[in-house]
């Protein structure tokens, strides 16, 4: 099942001109015989201390973690497509593994990361990927021959295209297009409408519009197995979404679910349809809490739940060619468990016996008994295995690499946590401990989820494993009210007027530090990427009392300036979460909540990083902060890459990100 627009990244401590650079007043320097490191060419530093080459030297191991992820099978052969960084390289590409544990072969080699292909349905003789250029999301397809290696361009470069899936009985792709605010009058629009069309790669001449669509979040479930139907979900909010039906032949769209007219809010998300095209899957909350599976039938217009016994989110459904076993994930607070049903009956089977680890994307394989899923764990990175359904066997596909002289093996599990808030409601959380060996009241992290929708999950905290592990400082990933993953109540708990109630979670989060014997609620920094960097930020205007620093990574500063410059095809969307700033009332109170408002009590050092072209977060929201905290005569370091976006994807920016974090850290919760 087709994932919806990801908002979320998890960027704490990952992986803009108008601000005058300065100096740290309160950064020791490097000896001056001590070897210092270059930034590269594209970085901006403001306020940060040179890096000692020892130090990178030192921490060089935990920036080489290298995993893998799932891309696509192909349709006739047992092999399969990953994303996965190389030794050496600096951004992940896609890899073709011709049998389980085969060494992988390198297909694309981009500056750019590309993470995103699909392979031509019917013999697999192309595959048609995604990228975009420098982090500005502005994504493209191409098509790959596999024969030549040529990469042919099939998109328009004013527009950004995703792939949303092939017809079963024809190599044509369906791609949604949205108009780039680069080509609008003024540099953006009052209005956005996305385009579905239909595409050849192997002909990129041949494609027609299917139709076009009012407004964005629009992305298709699936294709029914006569290609006559597709099934398109309609994102609202992350509370609200739609089922929708389309003619392929004559473009005209249906909306199902809710019924038209109906004042029914919930979740919708469509899925593939049954193999005899009698419904569709949908994941919902309609019924209750949680997300769960259900049937659409079409002749009775009916619900049928699937996974009512399973108390937490599911998602992830994929469902065999013959249409006969289906597969899904259920979100246990936090961890992936993986679910086998038989698809006619809608009977759980027996659960596999699978290695530990949270599972990621499942998908079966077209044609072959074979269900390949992703294994990621606190003790090492994102390795694919292969499950057959009939026997029970696990093949192992990939290996993660983790660089000499750091045992994974030794990283400590994440546990959960729960303290009170303000009003009484149970927040939880996930913390890491340092080893044993690291005695006393420990220093305290706080890394915050971005979304605000997301939630953070058990799983490897790649170089974070650093501050752990090397430093002795424990590690809290909070999960405040508006977190998915504990049912649809809570996640509507910081909506609207209630958005400063998340930051109060952390507020008590404090609270509950200071009640721990081996926690130093003296010595507490917070970070968070995206809008985690917003509650970072939000953190240091309400508690600069309780923490030492804390670092903002590609967050929102004020959000009506925020609204005001985000990409056309992302505000209205945001505007359902964060509230409307063209009117009156809340801008006035989006204003009144932004940290940039209350700056003047960000008295704490401050970390602000930053990618230039960020389509979500502009730049400017973070130069803005960086300028009003420095008028406190604060301490604010400034990283800014000139080829990055929504966070750092380039190893080197990100090395260097990490760099300055351990400095910054240093200098704050530490000294």
Known sequence: MKKLLAFALALALSACSGVAPQSSARSAAPAASEPLLTPNANLVLQGIPP????????????????????????????????????????????????????????????????????????????????????????????????????????????????????????????VSSVPLDKTAQGGRRATVTQTLSLIDPGDPQRQRKVTELPGTGWYVGGVSWDDRQVVLGRYISANESQLWLLDVATGKTTQVLPAPKSKERAVFLPGGFKRDNSGVFVVSDRDGEFSQLMFYRFATKKLVPVTRHIPWDVSGASVTEDG??????????????????DARSFKELPAPKLPPGSVGASVFHRKLAALAFSLN?????????????????????????????VDTASFSEQQIVRWKSFDGRSISGLINLPPPRFTGKRPVMVLIHGGPEGQARIGFLNRINYFIDELGIAVVQPNVRGSSGYGKTFLKLDNGILREDSVKDIGALFDWIATQPNLDASRVLVSG??????????????????????????????????????????????????GDE????????????????????????????????????????????????????????????????????????????????????RETLLK
């Open 51 to 174: 890096v000692p080459a020892s130090l990178a030297q030192q921490v060089a191991k935990y920036t080489d973690f290298r995993g893998h992820a799932f891309v696509d099978w192909h349709p006739t052969r047992r092999e399969m497509l990953v994303a996965h960084r190389k030794a050496g390289g600096n951004t992940a590409q896609l890899f073709r593994v011709s049998a389980p544990m085969a060494e992988p072969e390198q297909l694309t080699d981009f500056p750019d990361p590309v993470t995103s292909a699909s392979y031509e349905p019917r013999e697999g003789r192309y595959i048609v990927f995604e990228r975009s250029s420098g982090g500005n999301e502005a994504t493209q397809l191409y098509r790959l021959d596999l024969a030549s290696k040529g990469v042919t361009l099939l998109s328009d470069l004013n527009e950004r295209h995703e792939m949303q899936g092939w017809l079963h009985h024809q190599s044509q792709l369906l």
């Open 324 to 341: 006969k076993l289906l597969a899904l994930q259920a979100n246990v607070e936090g961890r992936d468990e993986l679910h086998l049903f």
């Open 582 to 665: 063209r009117d009156p009332a809340m801008r006035e109170f989006l204003h009144k909540i932004s940290p940039l408002t209350h700056a003047n009590r960000i008295t704490k050092p401050l970390f602000v990083v930053q990618g230039k072209n960020d389509p979500r977060v502009p730049y400017t929201e973070a130069e803005q902060i960086v300028a009003k905290a420095r008028e406190n005569k604060t301490p604010v370091w400034y990283l800014r890459a000139e080829n990055e976006g929504h966070g750092f994807a380039r190893k080197e920016n990100a090395d260097f990100q990490f760099f300055a974090t351990i400095l910054f850290v």
């Open 377 to 405: 764990s606190a003790k090492g990175p994102s390795q694919i295995h292969s499950l057959n359904p009939a026997t029970g066997e696990v093949e192992q596909w990939t290996r993660a690499f983790a660089p000499p002289g």
């Open 529 to 578: 990427g995206s809008y985690g960097g917003y509650m970072s930020l939000a953190v240091s205007t309400h508690y600069a009392d309780r923490i030492a620093g804390s670092v903002d990574v590609v967050g929102i500063s004020d959000f009506v300036t925020f609204l005001q410059n985000t990409e056309s095809y992302r505000r209205d969307l945001r505007r359902v979460e964060y």
